[in-house]
């Protein structure tokens, strides 16, 4: 065999190596203030009682859904106030029902949630990029992605209506 044939076989392994032997195992939650929601009624209680509600869809097995993890709770700690702002967390492999009712098919993906519906957020200086789609208003409808900039401006925008 040739050089490249070695090399197209080393990079099959490495690929195949990580698929087989990725992190499966749940993502632990530091935070008391996130709610882990199990099923659709959950999510619907949670959201007919609280004003401002931040969902985070993810799954075990994607590494940037572990990667923003321990943000999203530090930015429950943070910012969660009883009734006005809430912080969620859907594993889209356990309840898939509720990701499929909000159209998301990418993790992670943070939808924000007004009154019980998926609202749009008006954040100033937040620039447009590919993780961030914006509703035809110009508001964040939710961030695909692990985009901590992002989430971090959004999550404090909410926090300061609420003051």
């Keep these: 065999m040739d050089t490249l044939s070695y090399i197209f076989i080393a990079f099959l392994v490495f690929i195949i190596g990580r698929v087989l032997f990725a992190d499966r195992s749940p993502i632990p939650e530091t935070s008391g203030k996130v709610y882990k929601i199990a099923n659709a009624a959950e999510l619907d209680i949670l959201l007919s009682s609280t004003t401002h509600v931040v969902v985070d869809f993810y799954a075990d097995w994607c ?13 429950a700690e943070k910012h969660s106030s009883n009734g006005h702002l809430a912080f969620a967390k859907v594993n889209v492999d356990h309840v898939n029902d509720i990701a499929g009712r909000y159209g998301v098919s990418a993790m992670p993906t943070f939808v924000f949630f007004r009154d019980g519906a998926p609202k749009g957020v008006a954040v100033e200086g937040l620039t447009a ?7 035809d208003e110009g508001l964040v409808d939710r961030i695909r992605g692990a985009d901590r900039g992002a989430l ?10 609420e003051k």
């Design 63 to 75: 590494p940037p859904c572990r990667a923003i993890a321990p943000i999203f709770s530090e930015l």
């Design 129 to 135: 990029r590919q993780s961030i789609v914006f509703t």
């Design 152 to 161: 971090q401006t959004v999550v404090q925008t909410l926090a300061s209506l």
